[in-house]
């Protein structure tokens, strides 16, 4: 009996071994068919095992997800989209009536009068613009001053208004606790042009300022004079209300937004880390994007995050001669071979985990009913592989060369969500040749990306240093990359232009953590109610901002007026036809009110003394000039 329990206990290669021993008595023959069966079963157990295998496998395929994610549990889509409870600032009767006086008739009526009178004053700017008191052009913006000191007396006689660099605006409402940082809010005076061409194709004309019961129609007023104007609206409502602020209030206004803010945005924020020091301000919120139905959901859409940009300009140089003895291929030619080469293929659509899409996605995915469910499931996976894989590994990466399938799948939803995940290249301009008998010497595209976030605008440039060098060589041309030199004849030259801009700092937007995040997507809650999610979002244009970088962490684009009944919104900036829903806009300023009491109320990690932040508005002796 010992022997065969010895035989059922011993695992199978042993048994073998034990069986092979020549000098052993060999056992009886119901042990030897004892041991047999045994083996049976377990080599049936071990098929099992294998046809069980095989089965979850087909499954997994059927449900298009990795064998190994099967049985793992749906990740807290909810809790990676924390959102903050509904943020009002604590009770004082005088301020808040100012909701009803914002709501009510009398304020909106003559929030449409200096609406409109703002996109009455022309304040047009043009790519070709010369410097500050030189090109006359520039002079447009001393009559929107002089608007704006008509319009918000108060303002004016109580706060401190300084003009950088000519036309720049900031106004500073000085806070009793120097060791708060300040409260910036931005917008900028400008707008693009309008074309004379299309003047005509206007329902009202562009700068009446018309308004029809609805909107305020006009070039601006939607990009951006309504939030300048709710900007000043709300420190006028607050001043007469008594609001005492201990947090400095900033306003920044530049004038040349629409053509890269180099002249406006740049001087303010050079003026700004002056005086407040890096990191000198608690949060920025800028113009932006505003809210948007998805998936059954409303979303608040902060942009936390702003696209790369770079355009590169291309110029063949190639012999000239007479037309009747050409060469085989002329700069022209050359050219287009090395467009055609360009687009042939497009830069990868990859989602990182940084990139505020991600984060809209598990928004959706946790608290919209009908996000779609294959999307739910590779972001799960996408979370899972994150969960078990080394970083480096897993699809979120950039590092590996793998088709992102979450971002492929997402992009599926059109254009406008692909390139949030995506660089782009598109080629804008091109010319060449000058006459019909001459052969081309010169011939010059420029192409446009936005930077996909977790890129470079370095990715961009080696990828065309490297299709430029095949054609270079195959065309006996020297290749002169990015190297700040001057074209040379029989070369192929390429170069940025000085716009290049790398993606924007992304702003921390954690909802369960106290941060400036938390304060604004509290405040949109408390002004829409909780039925509005809030998620970062990301933009694909540049603002004014690009030169805010090292003011602060926290900067958001954002348009915080909302209007259930607006069918236009955003749709129709820089375009015929631009207004604004005046309901948006008294949102707008309603928002503005509660998110300055509420930064006023707020306490941050971050709120250290600010650097340099007894400037010249920082000591008491300063503090009437200043507005106390
Ligand atoms: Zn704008």
């Known amino acids: 009996m010992a022997d065969y329990e010895k035989l059922e206990i011993a695992p199978p290669k042993t048994r073998d071994i034990m069986a092979d021993k020549q000098d052993e008595p060999r056992p009886p023959a119901r042990a030897r068919r004892n041991g047999m069966r045994i083996a049976f079963r377990e080599l049936r157990f071990w098929y099992m095992f294998l046809g069980l295998i095989m089965v979850l496998y087909q499954i997994a395929n059927f449900v298009d997800r990795p064998l190994l994610f099967l049985f793992l549990r749906e990740p807290d889509f909810k809790g990676q989209c924390a959102q903050p409870e509904p943020l009002f600032p604590g009770q004082n009767e005088e301020l808040d009536r100012l909701v009803d006086i914002i709501e009510g008739d009398a304020f909106r009526n003559a929030s449409v009068d200096r609406l409109s009178g703002a996109v009455q004053v022309k304040t047009e700017s043009f790519d070709d613009l010369g410097e500050v008191g030189q090109d006359p052009r520039w002079e447009v913006f001393f009559n929107f001053h002089k608007y704006l000191e008509k319009t918000f007396p108060l303002i004016y006689e109580r706060l401190l208004v300084e003009k950088i660099n000519t036309h720049g605006l900031l106004y500073t409402w000085k806070g009793s606790d120097d060791s708060l940082k300040p409260t910036l809010l931005m917008a900028h005076q400008d707008t693009v042009p309008v ?50 602020p201990k947090r400095t209030i900033l306003l920044s206004f530049g004038f040349d937004e629409e053509v890269s803010g180099r002249r406006g945005a740049a001087t303010l924020s050079a003026f700004i880390q002056d005086r407040y020091g890096k990191n000198g301000v608690a949060v920025i919120v800028d113009e932006g994007a505003g809210f948007e139905e998805t998936w059954g959901t409303l979303f608040a859409k902060p942009g936390t995050a702003e696209k790369g940009y770079v355009d590169v300009k291309i110029t063949v140089r190639m012999p000239g001669g007479h037309s009747s003895i050409p060469s085989d291929h002329t700069s022209i030619g050359v050219l287009s071979e090395l467009i055609v080469k360009i687009e042939s293929e497009q830069y990868p659509t990859r989602l990182v985990e940084e990139n505020p899409y991600y984060s809209q996605l598990q928004c959706g995915a946790g608290y919209s009913e009908s996000f779609p469910k294959k999307l739910k499931k590779l972001l799960a996976d996408s979370a899972f592989a994150k969960s078990i894989m ?9 590092n590996n060369n793998k088709p992102d399938r979450l971002a492929l799948e997402a992009a599926k939803q059109g254009p406008a969500i692909k390139y949030l995940m995506q660089t782009s290249q598109a080629v804008d301009v091109i010319s060449g040749g000058i006459k019909t008998n001459a052969l081309p010497e010169r011939a010059t595209v420029t192409v ?31 290749l002169q990359a990015f190297d700040g030199s001057q074209e040379k004849a029989n070369s192929i030259h390429l170069s940025s232009t000085v716009n290049r801009l790398e993606v924007a700092p992304i702003t921390p937007a954690d909802g369960s953590t106290n941060s400036p995040f938390t304060t604004l997507a509290g405040t949109v809650r408390a002004v829409y109610g909780k039925n509005v999610i809030v998620t970062p979002g990301i933009m694909t244009g540049n603002t004014d901002t690009r030169y805010y970088w090292d003011l602060t962490r926290h900067i958001f684009r954002f348009a915080p007026g909302y209007d259930a009944d607006d069918e236009v919104g955003l749709g129709k900036i820089h375009t015929v036809d631009e207004r604004v829903s005046v309901l948006n806009h008294i949102h707008t300023v309603r928002w503005f009110v509660t998110f300055v009491r509420n930064m006023d109320e707020a306490r941050f990690d971050t709120d250290t003394v600010a650097g340099r932040g007894a400037g010249k508005c920082g000591s008491s002796r300063d503090r009437a000039e200043c507005g106390a």
């Open 195 to 244: 074309p004379s061409e299309t003047i005509g194709s206007w329902t009202h004309p562009p700068w009446s300022g018309a308004y029809d019961g609805k909107y305020v129609w006009g070039r601006g007023a939607a990009d951006c004079k309504n939030s300048l104007i709710a900007l000043l609206e709300t420190l006028q409502l607050l001043l007469e209300a008594n609001f005492q």
């Open 390 to 398: 080394s970083p480096m590994c897993h699809n979120r990466s950039n």
């Open 448 to 478: 446009n990306h936005r930077i996909n976030i977790g890129e470079t605008t370095k990715i961009v440039t080696d990828r065309l240093t490297s299709i430029s060098d095949e054609i270079a060589k195959k065309y006996n041309l020297t």
